[in-house]
T-cell receptor, first 115, second 109 residues
């Protein structure tokens, strides 16, 4: 069964360092998302991406965050200068249609620990 | 503001003891309500999407129903492997899903 894959599964970094989280969405999907989940809290929307541009972003997704689809398969989330409060599980997701019209599939997540 | 509230926060069941999880929502124009299962340290695993009041979907021991204000996830004769956190999320008029805090289900043999 096709799945969303994410790397790394766990990354530890020092505050102020840049981090890139990588995702390979399901191959025929057109919409891509990043969500995050701070330990013990809700899953929160960060950004959606369609047709090589951001279609929506949340208040969390400030200038420190960026997304890119550098080739036909990868989808990346970059955090330019990490803060302690960026420590969370980051989930990539993809769907054939815009979320809500069909199924949204999540990857296993990348755990980011900022020290 | 779109909002999702799940109850109870935690539920302990004996194997075979059926029960229901509740998801109450307020959203301006529901375009879909989602149920996911999440195991510790893992990503949400898609279970169901419901689109309109009165709709029902089933998968093995799980059945999801939807009204205009809430959704229920019914678990019939649960097994220990059904132990997980069950997440409800809604899609309103934007790209994003709004998630609830989840119900942590433990099923004991």
């Amino acid at each position: 069964e096709p799945e969303v894959t994410q790397t790394p599964s766990h990354q530890v970094t020092q505050m102020g360092q840049e981090v890139i989280l990588r995702c390979v969405p399901i191959s025929n999907h057109l919409y891509f998302y990043w969500y995050r989940q701070i330990l013990g809290q809700k899953v929160e929307f960060l950004v959606s991406f369609y047709n090589n541009e951001i279609s929506e972003k949340s208040e969390i997704f400030d200038d420190q965050f960026s997304v890119e689809r550098p080739d036909g398969s990868n989808f990346t989330l970059k955090i330019r200068s990490t803060k302690l409060e960026d420590s969370a599980m980051y989930f990539c997701a993809s769907s054939v249609w815009l979320a809500g019209v069909g199924e949204l599939f999540f990857g296993e997540g990348s755990r980011l620990t900022v020290l | 503001e779109d909002q999702v509230t799940q109850s109870p926060e935690a539920l302990r069941l004996q194997e075979g003891e059926s029960s229901s999880l509740n998801c109450s929502y307020t959203v301006s124009g529901l375009r879909g309500l989602f149920w996911y299962r999440q195991d510790p340290g893992k990503g949400p695993e898609f279970l169901f999407t419901l689109y309109s009041a009165g709709e029902e979907k089933e998968k093995e021991r799980l059945k999801a129903t939807l009204t205009k204000k809430e959704s229920f996830l019914h678990i019939t004769a649960p097994k220990p492997e059904d132990s997980a956190t069950y997440l409800c999320a809604v899609h309103g008029g934007t790209d994003k899903l709004i998630f609830g805090t989840g119900t942590r289900l433990q099923v004991f043999p």
